[in-house]
T-cell receptor
Framework: NAGVTQTPKFQVLKTGQSMTLQCAQD?????MSWYRQDPGMGLRLIHY???????DQGEVPNGYNVSRSTTEDFPLRLLSAAPSQTSVYFC??????????FGNGTRLTVT | AQKVTQAQTEISVVEKEDVTLDCVYE???????LFWYKQPPSGELVFLIR??????QNEISGRYSWNFQKSTSSFNFTITASQVVDSAVYFC?????????????FGTGTRLTIIP
């Protein structure tokens, strides 16, 4: 099992550009989520999904879209990147009542 | 609303010393989980432990131990005989147990540096 795989590892965008951060897991986990990590603020929940076809907003959803068409994939879309979205993004998944398994993160810089 | 406080921003200790990382949480719910995660310099987040709010039994795993006290809303983490490989940022986190609540509330982390 590869676990939770995030691509790309690094990305630089210009303000206004769009992109999709990819997240895939091969553990058949129902629950998937996206967090962002900013200095001095810990990790904050952006969006989450409790199963294919079901998504919901977390603590800081503005500027981000998600979809969950399959159990395995949970992409995070930035429609119009802003410098405030410069952060490290972590995708995570879990099964039933297990702890979250995190991917290795994507470091995004918006100039 | 839930809150997790890790008052120690940075700690440095000499190798082989013991070190305790503090975690204080706030919640009005009676059922919840507490977690510790490790983030080494490579950046990934590594799960260390989960504790259910009904289980106040302390836990030891090798050089790691955790002290959960509901009376003081604390879930402290002690590393005994620290090693350089323990250098990392450590996060404490809280999650409510009710169905559909997916949010993990993180503290701001404690950066631990072990000096050889």
């Amino acid at each position: 099992n590869a676990g939770v795989t995030q691509t790309p590892k690094f990305q630089v965008l210009k303000t206004g550009q769009s992109m999709t951060l990819q997240c895939a897991q091969d553990m058949n986990h129902e629950y998937m989520s996206w967090y962002r990590q900013d200095p001095g603020m810990g990790l904050r929940l952006i969006h989450y999904s409790v199963g294919a076809g079901i998504t919901d907003q977390g603590e800081v959803p503005n500027g981000y879209n998600v979809s969950r068409s399959t159990t395995e994939d949970f992409p995070l879309r930035l429609l119009s990147a802003a410098p405030s979205q410069t952060s490290v993004y972590f995708c995570a998944s879990r099964l039933d009542n297990s702890p979250l398994h995190f991917g290795n993160g994507t470091r995004l810089t918006v100039t | 609303a839930q809150k997790v406080t890790q008052a120690q921003t940075e700690i440095s200790v000499v190798e082989k010393e013991d070190v305790t990382l503090d975690c204080v949480y706030e919640t009005r719910d009676t059922t919840y989980y507490l977690f510790w995660y490790k983030q080494p310099p490579s950046g990934e987040l590594v799960f260390l432990i989960r504790r259910n709010s009904f289980d106040e039994q302390n836990e030891i795993s090798g050089r790691y131990s955790w002290n959960f006290q509901k009376s003081t809303s604390s879930f402290n983490f002690t590393i005994t005989a620290s090693q350089v490989v323990d250098s990392a940022v450590y996060f404490c986190a809280l999650k409510l147990s009710n169905f559909g609540n997916e949010k993990l509330t993180f503290g701001t982390g404690t950066r631990l540096t072990i000096i050889p």
